[in-house]
């Protein structure tokens, strides 16, 4: 009888223990993707704001010229002491932006569930070294067409020959309102 007593409370403590151990780690990562995405909005918003003021100011042509200038800068400013925040794409205008290895799994993720009309869902993974990676997917706007569409219909003349002058090897149009533009990759570094 005490040898069943015994063993029935080592299960109980061993099921409390790993109970409280997924809690923790459902906790942990609601924190890392509540940080990621606070990230990526205040990055979005914050590049949407300006390119919009440089559409009002200068036309899409223009939008380009600041792209080339001043987007990553823009991206990169919201890089600190253990974060990095990135953009990335399966079909890049700036060779920056190329993925790594695990935007590229990330990346072909997502693509697979568009491609199956599945939701595409913020990702939260942490690697082996302990740093938390944070990837949300970046779906086209009406808006982005004018730079990112159809290059006979819908991105003009002007435009176009803007974007082949800065960026001789682009792949970043032909997308359709809705489509997987990429996606955002916020990295906490566990130093």
């Known amino acids: 009888m005490f040898f069943k007593n015994l063993i029935a409370g080592a299960a109980l403590s061993a099921m409390l223990f790993s109970s409280c151990t997924e809690n923790k780690t ?8 509540s940080k990621g995405d606070s990230l990526v909005t205040k990055t979005f918003d914050t590049l949407r704001n300006t ?5 009002g100011e200068k036309g899409f042509a223009g939008a380009v010229e600041f792209c080339t200038t001043q987007a990553l800068e823009l991206t990169n400013s919201f890089t600190s002491e253990g974060i990095t925040v990135k953009r990335s794409s ?12 695990i935007e590229q799994r990330i990346l072909s993720a997502f693509l697979q569930l568009k ?25 086209l706007q009406a808006m982005c067409l004018n730079c990112h569409g159809d290059k006979t ?8 020959n803007v974007i082949q ?8 149009f032909d997308y359709k309102e809705g489509d997987l533009r990429g996606l955002w990759h916020v990295m906490f570094s566990n130093k």
Do not use: M
């Open 26 to 33: 459902t906790e942990d990562a609601v924190v890392w993707k």
């Open 51 to 55: 390119l919009t003021k440089a559409i």
């Open 90 to 101: 399966d079909k890049l205008r700036n060779p920056a932006n190329a993925p790594d290895s």
């Open 115 to 139: 491609k199956e009309d599945g939701e595409i869902k913020p990702v939260l993974e942490k690697d082996a070294a302990g740093n938390h990676h944070y990837f949300k997917p970046i779906i």
């Open 153 to 160: 219909t819908q991105i003009k003349p002007d435009v176009w």
């Open 165 to 172: 002058q800065k960026y001789p090897a682009d792949a970043a």
